[in-house]
């Protein structure tokens, strides 16, 4: 009997179809030597990453973890600011310099050499200065001495003579014998006072020594600079503006100490040129500035009179692209970050102006920015 087949070419088609789903589902095996291990086929997608258009994708959980913060900058009138170098002067009404009047040697003082740093009162005796003679001088100084002596024991037996004859003697010899004894006797306190006596060097204010360049037994010059002394809550800056136009158009200054801004006070300008350029002196009473030391280096900023539009920005929200361009962050979703290319001028410091590249309601990173600008 003849087999009748009863498949049709749409069931042939549905029985291959299967087959191929079935040899998907089934696992595959490398050959020896080509298979990879347990990594996984594709890059985990959820991570921080650097997208094509050159923005940030951060999730919340990456968000919290590097302590992200953003802030809502809006468009104000700033002050036009302008930042100078200058350094810390010590207050000439609270500060001084102790130097000898005469050259010799140091001795300590009753309490010792001061150090750096200690604490000091005014008119307390920091070192003795013996002073230094030549051997001619000082053997002159010596007969000197010698011949006051003789004169004065002369002096004095012919005085006691005076006295004994004072019946028949007048009383204008024996006044006269008397002046001589005493005038020889001050001659002689006078010489040998001058090769025993030592200088004293006192403090002329209360302070803090700031540096020493003595020790014991060490021999100095006159006018040789041995002790600094300051006030550490009375300190001075002086900027140097090379605009003259500057110093009558000051609102106001400030002085960066970390991440503090330290509002200074200006005292005046001077009238004579330093190195093509005006000093200008600004007066610090900040117990900040406790950490400062005289003749350091430091930033001025100075405000102008003038206003400009502007944002105000942090400076740390300011980071370099592989451009070497200034950018900041700014949150464009609530996991997507965008690098803004800005032009800023300084303004106290601790902020600067962002005079281009950002607008009213843009979210800035201010903290964590470093780390959102080393995504890959």
Do not use: C
């Not at 589902?25 to 990594?39: F, I, K, N, R, S």
């Amino acid at each position: 009997m003849k087999k009748i087949n009863t498949f049709k070419p749409h069931h042939l088609m549905a029985m291959a179809a299967a087959l191929t789903l079935a040899g998907a589902a089934l696992p595959t095996y490398a050959g020896e030597g080509h298979d990879h291990g347990a990594a996984p086929a594709m890059a985990n997608t959820n991570g921080p990453q650097r997208m094509a258009d050159g923005s940030v994708f951060l999730p919340k959980p990456a968000q919290h973890q590097l302590n992200v913060r953003t802030l809502v900058v809006e468009t104000s009138e700033l002050p036009r600011a302008f930042e100078l170098n200058g350094r810390v002067l010590m207050d000439p009404n609270a500060g001084g310099k102790v130097q000898p009047i005469n050259a010799g040697r140091i001795e300590p003082g009753p309490n010792g050499l001061p150090n750096a740093g200690q604490t000091v009162n005014k008119g307390q005796v920091l070192a003795y200065v013996v002073p230094a003679f030549a051997p001619l001088e000082r053997a002159g100084q010596l007969t000197q001495l010698a011949e006051f002596r003789a004169a004065k024991a002369l002096a004095e037996k012919r005085l006691a003579r005076l006295r004994e004859l004072s019946d028949t003697v007048p009383r204008k010899e024996v006044e006269a014998a008397e002046s001589d004894v005493l005038s020889l006797t001050e001659r002689m306190s006078a010489v040998g006072g001058g090769l025993s006596s030592k200088e004293a060097l006192v403090a002329p204010v209360s302070g803090v020594i700031a540096s020493a360049h003595v020790v014991a037994g060490q021999v100095v010059d006159k006018r040789e600079l041995i002790f600094e002394i300051v006030d550490p809550r009375r300190l001075r800056i002086e900027a140097l503006a090379f605009d003259s136009a500057l110093t009558n158009n000051i609102g106001s200054a400030s002085l960066a100490v970390g991440d503090q801004r330290t509002p200074l006070v200006f005292m005046g300008a001077a009238r004579s040129l330093r190195e093509q350029a005006l000093p200008l002196n600004f007066q610090v009473q900040s117990p900040e500035l406790l950490g400062l030391a005289v003749g350091q280096p430091v930033k001025v900023y100075v405000q102008s009179k003038q206003k400009t539009q502007g944002i105000a920005v942090p400076q740390s929200a300011l980071m370099k692209n592989a451009a070497n361009q200034n950018v900041v962050w700014v949150k464009s979703a609530a996991e997507q970050f965008e690098p803004r290319t800005v032009t800023f001028e300084p303004l106290d410091g601790a902020r600067v102006t962002v005079i281009s590249g950002l607008k009213s309601g843009d979210r800035v990173a201010i903290q964590g920015a470093t780390l959102i600008n080393q995504v890959r």
